[in-house]
């Protein structure tokens, strides 16, 4: 069956009963509905945290490693063998879901349920984002516009774009305010996806009300014509943005198919922003349960890093166990076999594409973690290749898993389960950040290329030689480093497969995020709105006269 045959015939339980598994009270939900519902930022206590788990990736190839899957399968296992465990995951883009993705709720027998609800609207968390950011850039316009109530905001100055939760590449470079004095200020802009906008990475690493305020009020706008820099709070946009946010900062409470509670909240992409869930779902399920399984972006080296060296900074947090997905097919192809030939044996692939395994479980030693390697298996790998993963791992001391959550839902990873709580006892009491704070802004960049990408330099353009000048001087280069980069290579170069080596960085330009507190350097081709596809996702969903949706994988 597909994933939503699967999602279709399973029999979910009333999210009163879901909470009641975490000690909740269904007084104490605000429901959406009978299967989801929103939680009280009150449960969060920082002195009874749990364990927490931290699921990544290697390098993701077409063919889709299972990273949610196996989270989910993950803290299903968990529960499975008498243990208490929340996941904790980001909320789908309907970019993505529309485009060449397909849904985020995991796969199999380990998704998240009501899987059309969460991959569609969910609960609006994205559309009080995007109408909180469109705000700010109304209220831009609007003061440019105004004779009375004019900041002198030099137009050309201007960072703030407007979003969308669409991928649409026709929006990317726009200009507006045409028609006529009476209809704005002529100036070119664009428009981001809404899972790039600054308010999303701002939601999810705030950690109350006050902070999200406080972080919306930062946010770097522009100059005026006499060089002043001017912020949000300088539009008095920070109090209503953050009304606008009232409910979406509260976590949603969903369930596995299993019955786990999973917590689904907040969605920055993985290659342009910080790729984890907010803070405060984490902290939530941190303080509701023993164990809390939660995923970060992408690779290791993208969504994983921005974790240890952004959300873990900013929340003081610290992971007990690491794992590492992987799957054959995704080694093959980095291996160099054709995406159209993966389902063929082909160890000889995995002999070249077992590389970046290996790079990234050197990146997950660098933070002092231990690595658990998860390999993720697919009815055509043979056993002879998943036994030379397994083989490569043991003989490195790493210890690893073959798991099997797609068909076989928490049964199939009760060995990584029984490996995870292991490590927890064990794992990361010297766990650090890559960088410091207070390095420069060049010395903590070329941190994360040279030890986490492998890179043998980084070069700038003139345009971001001129944006490294712009920061120092607004008093910015304290922030951390959220880099945007291909997910596809541990290079800027989607073409690099495999380990690449020798290979130089480019940074193109500096994007400021003071509200969210980072930098953002962009590399290579990377974009901040992406494109639908020849044949985009959206062509297979359709919904039936009685209101069932059909097609969302």
């Known amino acids: 069956m597909t994933d939503i045959e699967i999602a279709k015939q399973a029999k979910m339980k009333p999210i009163g009963e879901i909470a009641s598994q975490i000690g909740l009270n269904i ?23 749990g364990k927490l788990i931290l699921v990544s990736a290697i390098s993701p190839t077409p063919a889709g490693e299972g990273k949610t899957t196996v989270s989910i399968g993950l803290s299903q296992a968990i529960n499975k063998i008498g243990k208490k465990s929340i996941v904790v995951l980001r909320e789908p883009s309907l970019g993505p879901v529309f485009g060449i993705k397909g849904g985020a709720t995991g796969g199999g027998y380990s998704q998240v349920l009501p899987m059309e609800d969460i991959n569609l609207h969910f609960t609006g968390d994205f559309a009080a984002i995007e109408k909180a950011h469109n705000l700010l850039s109304a209220l831009i316009d609007n003061n440019i516009q105004s004779k009375t109530n004019s900041l002198n905001l030099d137009p050309r100055t201007i960072s703030w774009k407007r979003v969308m939760d669409m991928n649409d590449r026709s929006l990317r470079s726009i200009v507006v305010g045409l028609g006529g004095t009476a209809h704005g200020i002529p100036r070119e802009t664009g428009f981001d996806i809404t899972a790039a906008s ?8 705030a950690k109350n009300r006050e ?17 002043k820099p001017i912020y949000a709070k300088d539009l008095k946009a920070h109090g209503a943005m953050a009304a606008l946010l009232k409910d979406a900062i509260k976590p949603n409470l969903v369930q596995t198919l299993e019955g786990t509670p999973a917590i689904i909240h907040g969605g920055p992409f993985a290659n342009i922003a910080q790729g984890t869930n907010s803070v405060v779902a984490t902290q939530t399920a941190l303080s509701l349960t ?3 399984v939660t995923e ?3 690779g290791f080296d993208l969504g994983a890093e921005k974790f240890l060296d952004i959300k873990c900074r900013s929340a003081n947090i610290t992971p007990n166990a690491a794992v590492l997905v992987a799957t ?31 790079k990234h479980i050197e990146n997950i030693k660098l933070f002092s973690l231990t690595p658990i390697v998860a390999i993720n298996k697919f009815i055509t790998d043979t056993q002879e290749e998943l036994d030379f993963v397994v083989n490569f791992c043991k003989d490195r001391a790493i210890a690893v898993s073959v798991v099997d959550v797609w068909a076989k839902g928490g049964e199939g990873a009760v060995e990584l389960a029984n490996m995870v709580i292991e490590a927890t006892t064990k794992c990361c009491p010297n766990f650090t950040p890559l960088y410091k704070l207070e390095s420069s802004i060049t010395s903590k960049i070329e941190t ?19 944006n490294l000048e712009k920061i120092e001087s607004l008093g910015l280069s304290n922030l951390a480093i959220c880099m945007a980069k291909t997910q596809k290579s ?8 495999g380990r690449p080596k020798d290979f130089v960085i480019t940074v193109r330009e500096i994007e400021i995020a003071s509200g969210a507190g980072f930098l953002v350097p962009i590399t290579g081709e990377i974009m901040r709105m992406p494109g639908l596809p020849a044949h985009p996702s959206s062509e297979n969903i359709d919904i039936d006269n009685d209101g069932n949706i059909y097609g969302l994988f």
């Open 490 to 497: 541990l290079s800027d170069n989607p073409d690099l497969l």
């Open 198 to 205: 600054e308010v999303m990475a701002i939601l999810c690493l």
């Open 448 to 466: 994360i290329a040279k030890r986490i990408y492998g890179a043998e330099a980084v070069d700038y353009t003139l345009k971001a030689k001129a």
């Open 290 to 292: 023993d164990y809390t």
């Open 328 to 358: 054959i097919r995704a080694l093959k192809y980095h291996g160099g076999q054709q995406i159209k030939d993966l389902k063929t044996p082909g160890v000889e692939y995995l002999k070249k594409g077992i590389a970046n395994l290996e």
């Open 27 to 49: 007084d104490d939900l605000e429901l959406y509905g009978k299967y989801k519902a929103k939680l009280p930022l009150k449960y969060i206590n920082p002195n009874n945290y």
């Open 211 to 227: 902070d999200l305020k406080e972080r919306l009020g930062n946010i770097f706008i522009g100059y005026t014509f006499d060089k």
């Open 296 to 298: 970060a972006g992408f």
